[in-house]
């Protein structure tokens, strides 16, 4: 059984909730560790923090962690009550450099080689890269196929009245991006 450890994450992304099998809701957290690896916080009950543990993007943050049931390698399950935050968001200043600092020594070639690596070793499932071209970039609009008890659990405010001008958040992002990849990254002995 998984013993609970204590690390240090920079958050770096937060997913959208949606309602939970167990619980009330689930929202994924990413991050960046203090020893310069992904790692992905699951299940957090984000909107359920109290106050002085809702951390923000780019905040430090230390927590009691352990290797979650999830099969990917960066999925750690969390103790909220542990969770404690270290410092405010890292600045933007110098062109962003604080973060970059941290997260580019992450970044692959592409994403492309993000896959290729995930069907070789099973590895990466979180990743970043940068296009080498945008070809394209569409936002749709999207509707969440939750039920009626599902929308209950996320203990939203939601009446007949305002239920659709409230489903209006709700959006997909895709990008068309020329992939390529870098012959000397792929090299994975």
Same mark, same amino acid.
């Given at each position: 059984?998984?013993e609970?450890i ?42 359920f923090?109290? #106050? $002085?543990? =809702?951390?923000?993007? %780019? /905040?430090?943050?230390?927590? !009691?962690?352990?290797?979650? #049931? $999830?099969? =990917?390698?960066?999925s %750690? /399950?969390?103790?909220?009550? !542990?969770?404690?935050i270290? #410092?405010?968001?890292?600045p933007?200043?110098n ?6 600092e ?30 080498k ?21 996320l ?35």
């Open positions: 059984m998984a609970w204590t690390k240090k994450v920079l958050i770096t992304a937060r997913t959208y909730p949606t309602p939970a099998w167990k619980g009330v809701e689930v929202s994924c957290t990413a991050g960046v560790t203090d020893t310069g690896q992904w790692i992905r916080l699951f299940p957090m009950p984000y909107r923090l109290s #106050s $002085d543990k =809702r951390f923000r993007k %780019y /905040q430090w943050i230390e927590l !009691s962690t352990k290797k979650a #049931s $999830d099969p =990917r390698p960066e %750690y /399950q969390l103790n909220i009550d !542990s969770i404690n270290l #410092s405010k968001p890292l933007t200043s062109n962003w450099k604080a973060r970059k941290i997260i580019f020594p992450l970044k692959t070639a592409s994403l492309c080689y993000l896959k290729a690596q995930l069907d070789k070793t099973g590895v990466p499932t979180l990743g970043i890269f940068k296009p071209t945008i070809r394209g970039f569409r936002i749709e609009r999207a509707e969440p196929n939750w039920s009626s008890k599902q929308l209950e659990r203990n939203y405010p939601f009446s007949k009245l305002n239920q659709k001008e409230n489903w209006k958040r709700f959006h997909i992002y895709l990008a068309t991006i020329l992939c390529v990849i870098n012959p000397i990254a792929m090299d994975m002995n």
